[in-house]
């Protein structure tokens, strides 16, 4: 057979070669082809078995998705890119030389950033050559190095492979690096047949840093169609913390088998580590005793274990001790667990399993199976011990637990009592404590739950669980709430009231109520502070150039840091009343808030929106240092994906000139959240804004502080010197009446008249209002004057104002206050008695209304 020149193309692959090879005896030749591809895809459908146009999940947008479902198709039917993958660069040579029937071969190739499925290497060089084709007697030289290897889940920086054959006997090295200081290393010779084989193992070590376990003397195994055998296999680790493993015997398929299994001294974690699964979180010390007899079908295994300090997560015992039987598909265990010296634990059984040593289709048996499980004063670390989102556990755990019936309709019973429990969530910043509760299970699966949570308010949760199935349970609990500390972070917290149901099954859960936040708090600079910690290398923070869209940043719900299957598929249908006391606060603003809102979440959509509108109830803003009292406005949450509403809130303060009347400034704080904006304007013809601004700041026009002689150099000094107090003492007083005063006040502000000249008398008029709600419907201010000795009838306690909300929509406020107060003009009850500053009593009766279309109704408000 001859080929002069050849070129082909076959799945993506360029080949080029040319050559002889002979077809009948005394005839040879030989040939060569050279080949590479950029990317393997081409030859998924011949090695994986699936087209090259085949659609993946992660090609599926969100508009895909909802076509699909309209078409009853599942979008999560469609296979990963994980499952289906094959892709990376090839280079390579490979030639044969001699005649058909005893063909010499060699490969050598090369591969880039190659792709298997889950298996994934970012390089390696193979070389493999052969001789006597298609008969295996021959000489078979294997030599495979690779970098950066991924295999099914599991990594190495490099790995090495060496082996050489002949007529079935060979020599095999094999050398792994996971990481620098951690290394693995086996070497031995083989004999292999096609139903038979045998591996003499010369060297197994483990270096991982200072640790080291290796094999104490060359070991023997051996297989055939009817037995398996090994000799001598020990593994022991030296040193102040000595391990062993012993592993020898027979385990036939006819019978007769009789193989032993010792450890001692093995340390759990050390062999999740080996493994790659250190995410289980478990630890302790194992002794074990394994025995293995009967025949591979029908085996009889018999096993005794003791684990000293097991744990897993936040489990933790003192020990655990037990046993095993399995005979005739039947595995009978007992186990013990010990905290301290009391059995705080025992759980005893059967259960229908096929642990047959030879493949079996199915290893779960149905039939009948009998658990008992029995805790006395066990700690709620270990009984909750599943719920990784639970922190700090404490309390115990107490009752009886009996499982019957089959594996695929198990019939529960009993009754576990939590007492005295807590716990932590740290991802909304709140600790759980004084939990009592029952929870008792019923043959027909379902669990009737009764928990109630009295430290930060009272929380209860009813009603029942349906086990069926166990794995994906249906859920039916009601959630009530009286002023339950429910979120409790730097950027947000509250005390919430009502109730909501969750139903659905756990791995697709639904939460629909109505509550009421009965005190609340926004803190504004968190969230502006978390805006500023931005991933410069994450792409869907741009949207153009180099604007940051900080809505992704803020987007996050009150759930983002749990992570469960519970949490990671939830879904919120909330309506959201905030009646009174829920605060706006920054290093500018103190906004109390009113309204309502709803609460839509879909944890698996990445979904979080709040619709509604919350008026502006009072509070104030600063603008450069100077306060401005709240007139009106509203916090607009129009949908938009985040804790990021629009703003709409007017402000106005009050400046004191010399020789005019004072001048009422207006603030309109407009824009988001995050990113406000304020504008400035006043009632009064011709006044610039950059005159505005230097009102704020220096009590007076611009013009009056470029004014030239010793007169104008006076007034500058005197006006910077004004305006950095005014700015710089309006938010350090603010920021330290709220960081003092703050826990036991709702409201606190500092107002400083403004005045052109710098000493005594520039604080002489300055304003605090402090504010404290009393229940939930009353809300007393008290307006101060504490810096104050103008004149002698100037009231140091300026004013007291009650308010009191009959409902929604109706309010009640009685004041005693000074004459001249809301008027804003502070200086006419300080001049010397020309105008008496008489106190007045007030009462204001007011309703508000609006209108607009009820959500689910054409009915007006």
């Given at each position: 057979l001859i080929a002069d020149s050849l070129k082909a193309n076959v799945g993506g692959v360029e080949l080029v070669g040319s050559g002889r090879l002979g077809l009948v005896e005394n005839r040879f030749g030989s040939a060569s082809v050279d080949f590479s591809a950029d990317r393997l895809t081409g030859l998924r459908a011949a090695l994986i078995g699936v087209a090259d146009s085949i659609v993946v999940q992660e090609d599926l947008t969100s508009l895909d998705r909802e076509f699909l479902r309209l078409q009853g198709i599942e979008p999560d039917t469609f296979p990963r890119l994980a499952d289906v993958r094959l892709d990376g660069a090839v280079r390579g040579a490979a030639s044969v030389s001699g005649r058909v029937g005893d063909i010499d071969a060699g490969l050598v190739m090369e591969l880039e950033d190659a792709f298997w499925k889950r298996n994934h290497i970012d390089s390696a060089r193979i070389a493999v050559t052969a001789t006597g084709l298609p008969s295996a007697e021959g000489v078979w030289e294997v030599a495979a190095t690779g970098h950066g290897l991924e295999v099914t889940g599991r990594q190495f920086q490099k790995a090495g492979l060496e082996v050489a054959m002949f007529e079935r006997d060979g020599d095999?090295?094999?050398?792994?690096?996971?990481?620098?200081?951690?290394?693995?290393?086996?070497?031995?010779?083989?004999?292999?047949?096609?139903?038979?084989?045998?591996?003499?193992?010369?060297?197994?070590?483990?270096?991982i840093d200072e640790e080291e376990w290796r094999l104490v003397r060359p070991a023997h195994v051996e297989w055939d169609r009817s037995a398996l055998s090994a000799e001598s296999i020990e593994v022991a680790r030296l040193g102040e913390d000595p391990m062993s493993l012993v592993a020898e015997g027979k385990v036939s398929r006819e019978g007769g088998s009789d193989f032993r299994l010792g450890v001692s001294g093995l340390r759990i974690e050390k062999m999740l580590h080996l493994a790659q699964l250190e995410e289980l979180d478990a630890a302790g010390q194992i002794d074990l005793d394994l025995s293995v007899r009967g025949s591979m079908e029908s085996p009889r295994i018999d096993g005794v274990f003791r684990v000293d300090r097991p744990q897993f997560g936040s489990m933790e015992l003192t020990r655990a001790n037990g046993d095993v039987t399995y005979r005739a598909r039947e595995l009978r265990f007992d186990l013990d667990g010990l905290a301290g010296e009391r059995e705080a634990l025992r759980a005893t059984g059967t259960l229908p399993v096929d642990l047959a040593l030879v493949k079996s289709d199915e290893r779960i048996v149905d039939s009948p199976m009998r658990i008992e499980v029995v805790a006395d004063s066990l700690d709620a670390a270990i009984a909750l011990s599943y719920l990784g989102t639970l922190e700090g556990v404490v309390g115990t755990v107490s009752g009886g637990v009996s499982i019957g019936g089959v594996p695929s309709a198990p019939a529960p019973e009993g009754r576990v009592t939590l007492s005295d429990g807590g716990w932590s969530i740290e991802a909304i910043g709140v600790r759980h404590s004084e939990v009592n509760g029952t929870i008792t299970l019923q043959e027909d699966r379902t669990a009737n739950v009764a928990l109630s949570a009295e430290g930060n308010g009272r929380s209860d949760v009813t009603g029942t669980i349906l086990l069926a199935p166990f794995s994906d349970p249906d859920l039916n609990l009601q959630f009530d709430f009286d002023r339950f500390?429910?979120?409790?972070?730097?950027?947000?917290?509250?005390?919430?009231?009502?109730?909501?149901?969750?139903?659905?099954?756990?791995?697709?859960?639904l939460a629909e109520g109505e509550l009421t936040v009965d005190e609340g708090t926004i803190f504004v600079d968190e969230l502006q502070r978390a805006a500023d910690i931005v991933d410069l290398s994450d792409p869907f923070l741009f949207e153009t150039g180099l604007a940051v869209d900080t809505t992704t940043l803020i987007s996050q719900p009150l759930f983002a840091g749990l992570r469960n299957p519970f949490f990671d598929n939830l879904r919120v249908d909330v309506d959201l009343s905030v009646p009174r006391n829920s605060w706006l606060r920054s290093i500018d603003s103190d906004v109390e808030m009113s309204?309502?809102?709803?609460?839509?979440?879909?944890?698996?959509?990445?979904?979080?929106?709040?619709?509604?509108?919350?008026?502006?109830?009072?509070?104030?803003?600063?603008?450069?240092?100077?306060?401005?009292?709240?007139?009106?406005?509203?916090?607009?949450?129009?949908?938009?994906?985040?804790?990021?509403p629009d703003l709409n809130i007017e402000a106005s303060s009050r400046i004191r000139r010399q020789n005019e009347p004072p001048l009422n400034v207006n603030a309109l704080v407009e824009g988001t959240l995050v990113q406000p904006a304020v504008t400035l304007s006043t009632g009064e013809m011709g006044i610039a804004e950059e005159d505005l601004v230097s009102y704020l700041v220096f009590g007076q026009p611009s013009g009056a502080n470029s004014q030239v002689g010793e007169l104008g150099r006076r007034g500058v000094v005197s006006s910077a010197v004004q305006g950095t107090v005014t700015f710089v003492g309006?938010?350090?007083?603010?920021?330290?009446?709220?960081?003092?005063?703050?826990?036991?006040?709702?409201?606190?502000?500092?107002?400083?008249?403004?005045?052109?000249?710098?000493?005594?008398?520039?604080?002489?008029?300055?304003?605090?209002?402090?504010?404290?709600?009393?229940?939930?419907?009353?809300?007393?201010?008290?307006?101060?004057?504490?810096?104050?000795?103008?004149?002698?009838?100037?009231?140091?306690?300026?004013?007291?104002?009650?308010?009191?909300?009959?409902?929604?929509?109706?309010?009640?406020?009685?004041?005693?206050?000074?004459?001249?107060?809301?008027?804003g003009s502070l200086s006419l009850g300080s001049t010397a008695g020309l105008i008496e500053n008489d106190r007045i009593w007030g009462v204001i009766f007011s309703r508000e209304w609006g209108y607009g279309q009820k959500r689910n109704s054409t009915e007006q408000n």
């Open positions: 095999a090295r094999l050398e792994i690096m996971r990481r620098p200081g951690e290394e693995y290393h086996a070497a031995g010779a083989f004999v292999v047949d096609s139903l038979s084989g045998s591996i003499d193992l010369d060297a197994f070590n483990i270096q500390l429910a979120v409790s972070r730097p950027d947000v917290e509250g005390l919430v009231s009502g109730r909501f149901n969750v139903t659905g099954q756990y791995s697709r859960p309204g309502d809102l709803l609460v839509r979440y879909d944890r698996r959509a990445g979904d979080f929106v709040l619709i509604g509108e919350l008026e502006a109830v009072r509070g104030s803003h600063r603008v450069l240092g100077r306060t401005f009292e709240l007139d009106g406005g509203s916090v607009l949450f129009l949908g938009r994906p985040g804790l990021n309006g938010v350090l007083t603010n920021q330290f009446g709220s960081a003092v005063f703050g826990d036991f006040l709702d409201y606190f502000s500092v107002q400083q008249s403004g005045g052109q000249s710098f000493g005594r008398e520039y604080f002489a008029q300055t304003q605090v209002e402090v504010g404290k709600y009393i229940g939930d419907d009353l809300f007393t201010v008290v307006v101060l004057r504490p810096t104050d000795n103008s004149a002698q009838d100037q009231n140091a306690v300026a004013g007291v104002r009650v308010e009191w909300a009959l409902t929604d929509d109706y309010n009640v406020e009685g004041f005693l206050e000074d004459r001249f107060l809301r008027s």
